[in-house]
């Protein structure tokens, strides 16, 4: 069972690495690369957690990643609002 959880944080530590590294893409952000993966990091390891909770109560993955996708939106979504202010 708590195997599933260090799954999920796993996977949402590298991906969301994954994600930071996007950034490098966008000339205006790469001054700020590092921040960018650390925060992506951050959100990928709640997001992970939260899903690997979610794992532990469902035996079907087919409804584990909407669930993770939809925190993965809200968290960007959160972000989003708060760098438009």
């Known amino acids: 069972m708590k195997n599933k959880v260090f799954i999920g944080l796993t996977l ?5 690495i994954f994600d930071g590294l ?24 709640l997001t ?4 690997g909770f ?4 469902v035996k079907s993955m087919i409804h584990v990643e909407p669930q993770r996708i939809a925190v993965r939106l809200s968290f960007q979504r959160s972000i989003w609002v708060k760098t438009s202010m």
Request: glycine share 18%; charged share 15%; proline share 3%.
């Open 12 to 16: 949402g530590a590298v991906l969301g």
């Open 22 to 45: 996007t950034a490098w893409f966008t000339p205006e952000a790469r001054a700020g690369l590092a921040g960018i993966i650390v925060g992506s990091c951050f959100k990928g390891l």
């Open 48 to 51: 992970g957690l939260a899903a």
């Open 54 to 57: 979610f794992a532990r109560k």
